[in-house]
């Protein structure tokens, strides 16, 4: 063989591997969305994740299938004293992970790789030496690092805007188009515009409800100061362009803000 034929020969062996594995990724994947949680299991998950038995039969049921999908495909390690991340907790993580997959286009979280688990919330520091409490990150590398006491209180109470799963892994589906910017993937340019109003009119209602002192869903630290300041531009070591975002009690209002800053600039340009 002359040495372009054994080039040729080697590239498409190549790509026949790579065919065979997306091949063999696919029929997994429809044995696993196939498969169903137990009644014990189901349960057991409501327990802790108590919008898992609020929800309709047909979102229950896909949402069951995404769930092996994610068990099966990323690992999950146990940091900080946790002895073993348990089928329970994979299963509540899961849940909590796969319901923002829902009816929605999707690759099941394909950048993601691992979930660290802590037993509650730990000590980090970040690229400056600085020390910090926190209670979840989200690598743009591929990791979510979790505290599950702060995976179990967001299950139970989903009104007080501070899920901690949701939250990180909703950073996991922002980063996924490698853009950290807070705007979802859509179809057209016209679809953004409509986007972007219906954005700004909601993000208007909810900062003046804010400003007048009224409970809402998702938390007073995702406004800004005042509705009458019009947010800062985001300085270069704002966390959407640092290889990770963390959410800690006492930081997580300022990176929020900070976050629907560059939100807002990303919209103007949209208009």
């Keep these: 063989m002359t040495g372009g034929q054994i080039v040729l020969t080697v590239v498409g062996l190549v790509a026949l591997g790579l065919v065979a594995r997306a091949l063999v990724i696919q029929f997994r994947r ?128 989903g009104g007080d805007g501070h899920h901690v799963s949701l939250h990180e892994f909703a950073h996991q589906l922002d980063q996924d188009d490698g853009a950290a910017d807070g705007v979802p993937e859509l179809p057209t340019r016209g679809s953004y515009r409509a986007w972007s109003h219906a954005f700004s009119t909601a993000y208007g209602r909810f900062t003046r409800k804010v400003e007048r002192g009224k409970r809402t869903a998702i938390g007073a630290a995702s406004a800004p100061p005042s509705t009458n300041t019009e947010p800062p531009t985001p300085p270069s070591s704002s966390p959407w362009q640092q290889k990770r975002f963390t959410r800690s009690p006492n930081s997580s209002g300022k990176n929020t803000r900070m976050f629907t800053s560059n939100l807002k600039t990303t919209i103007e340009s949209i208009r």
Aim: charged share 25%; proline share 2%.
């Design 30 to 157: 429809r044995q696993w969305l196939a498969m169903r949680l137990t009644e014990e299991q189901r349960k057991a998950v409501a327990a802790d994740f108590r919008m898992f038995s609020r929800l309709p039969d047909s979102v229950r049921e896909e949402l069951e299938g995404l769930m092996h999908v994610f068990i099966h495909e990323k690992s999950f390690e146990a940091c900080g004293g946790l002895e073993a991340v348990t089928g329970h907790m994979k299963r509540v993580i899961a849940a909590q992970a796969c319901l923002l997959l829902v009816n929605r286009k999707h690759n099941h979280y394909r950048k993601l790789r691992s979930i660290l688990l802590y037993p509650t919330a730990y000590r980090a520091r970040d690229e400056y030496g600085e020390e910090s409490v926190r209670l979840g990150e989200s690598w743009q590398s591929g990791s979510v690092v979790l505290a599950w006491d702060s995976v179990i209180a967001g299950g139970h109470n």
